[in-house]
């Protein structure tokens, strides 16, 4: 099982936090590296958006950490349009290093 790395509007205290809240589980802090947009593009216009580089930016963020996100994927990936689901490693604030999944940004449309 796999954490989610949230950096938007999932993160706690935000307008879409309920969602994994409803969930039950818990939060670590972290970070990964890439381009930070405050708003996407087609799907995601209006919502924050990361595109993963590890020679980019600390984008600060949070691990949620649920035996029960496996049953959620399906309505995660749904409210999650304009963005795919993808692995990559989050360093903690303890400076660990985990597999996580998080939500990047499709490609624009050409």
């Known amino acids: 099982m796999s954490p989610?790395?949230?950096y938007g509007t999932l993160r706690p205290g935000q307008s879409n936090a309920h969602l994994l809240e409803n969930i039950g589980g818990e939060w670590l802090a972290g970070?990964?590296?890439g381009k930070f947009?405050?708003?996407?593009w087609g799907a995601?216009?209006?919502f924050p958006g990361v595109i993963l580089d590890a020679a980019g930016?600390?984008?600060?963020?949070w691990l949620f950490i649920s035996d029960r996100l496996?049953?959620?994927?399906?309505m995660l990936d749904e409210f999650e349009d304009g963005y795919d689901r993808i692995l990559t490693e989050v360093t903690t604030a303890d400076n660990r290093k985990l597999d996580a999944w998080i939500y990047q940004l499709q490609?624009?449309?050409k």
């Open 31 to 33: 970070y990964v590296t």
């Open 107 to 109: 490609p624009p449309q």
């Open 57 to 61: 930016a600390r984008i600060d963020g």
């Open 4 to 6: 989610l790395f949230v």
């Open 70 to 74: 496996t049953d959620h994927w399906p």
């Open 37 to 40: 947009f405050e708003s996407g």
């Open 44 to 46: 995601a216009t209006g």
